[in-house]
């Protein structure tokens, strides 16, 4: 039983299968490949595109979707072990999962981190105890990586460019009022380096690199294939002769969980929005972002709006990849 937590467990091969399929799959939309299949979604935290494209992706593909968000429409869940639970939850994940995997043939989480403790939160521990405790496939909806949403990006670069191998991809720290998650950017980190493109990694200061998790594996995957992995602060440099240009906020991991220290000089940062300026120093460069994303804060309506901007692609390209990764864990 294979679990889609994060691509770094999955090879560039049977990732590009993957997108090959999905793209086979946005022309061909409806097929009963996962007849009577039903789908566990359980969010812990908001979603538009995750919720909407998962739910949708098992329709068309003839199964069905069950919505699950504890602590509203179900019990709380415990994660603790050995734990004596009188608190707040009512259910522990050892039974959760177990149960669900009676009823569902696949279960996916998304869990965004507390907030409070980095070394905590880098475990995953809640999307961990569910693939430790199910009996079916679990899939990452977003925790600290969104695989999915990589699959999506790849897919819409690939659409644009063809083979995105030895291309110059930026992923850009943008200023953003609140201290986000590092989940995207890790997984932009991932898919870009995994995928034979020379990374830049733009952000203010070295206080916002990502985990040296992330990192390490972008450097393995770059030194792999023979391609280079980049630490800039320097926004001109890092825009020159980029061949893609990828925004995302996050906070600064050595303030993790203490915002109100990282604020005041995350404020000065604010010249990190993506503009026309910065993008005409690139190579005719395209600019993607995961959504949702704060206009004029992260990135102007010049750029967003422009030709050269794949969201609404890469938005669009989860429903797809989605089904195609669906379908591989339930039929191979």
């Not at 691509?7 to 946005?26: G, H, M």
């Not at 992330?214 to 995957?221: D, I, K, P, T, W």
């Not at 440099?237 to 925004?247: F, L, M, P, R, T």
Request: charged fraction near 25%; glycine fraction near 4%.
């Amino acid at each position: 039983m294979k679990h889609f937590l994060t691509t770094a467990d999955w090879s560039r091969e049977v990732l590009q299968q993957l997108i090959d399929d999905a793209r086979a799959l946005k022309a061909s939309p409806l097929q009963a490949r996962l007849k009577n299949k039903t789908i566990a979604l359980i969010f812990f935290n908001p979603s538009l595109r995750t919720r909407s494209s998962f739910d949708i992706g098992i329709y068309q593909l003839g199964g069905h979707a069950v919505v699950l968000e504890p602590g509203k429409g179900s019990w709380p869940i415990e994660f603790e072990m050995g734990v004596t639970m009188d608190a707040d939850p009512e259910e522990h994940v050892r039974e959760a999962a177990r149960v669900l995997s009676r009823y569902c043939d696949l279960i996916a989480v998304r869990a965004f981190p507390k907030f409070v403790d980095w070394s905590v939160d880098r475990q995953d521990r809640v999307i961990r105890s569910f693939a430790e405790h199910a009996t079916v496939p679990v899939i990452n909806m977003e925790t600290i990586t969104h695989p999915c949403q990589e699959l999506a990006l790849m897919m819409a670069l690939q659409e644009r460019m063809g083979s995105v191998d030895g291309k110059k991809f930026v992923l850009t720290w943008t200023y953003h009022p609140k201290p986000l998650n590092t989940a995207v950017a890790n997984s932009g980190l991932l898919i870009a380096s995994k995928f034979g493109m020379d990374v830049t990694l733009l952000c203010p200061t070295p206080e916002y690199v990502l985990d040296e998790r992330y990192m390490n594996h972008a450097r393995e995957f770059t030194s792999a294939q023979g391609r280079s992995l980049t630490i800039s602060h320097n926004i001109e440099e890092a825009y020159s002769g980029a061949d893609v240009v990828y925004a995302k906020s996050w906070g600064a991991l050595p303030y993790f969980g203490r915002f109100e220290e990282e604020q005041p000089g995350r404020d000065a940062y604010k010249h990190f929005i993506v503009d026309a300026q910065k993008m005409a120093l690139t190579n005719n460069g395209l600019f993607s972002h995961c959504l949702p994303c704060r206009r004029n804060v992260k990135v102007t309506d010049e750029v967003i709006d422009s030709p050269n901007s794949l969201v609404i692609e890469e938005a669009e390209n989860r429903l797809h990849v989605q089904k195609a990764l669906m379908s591989h864990l339930l039929t191979t």
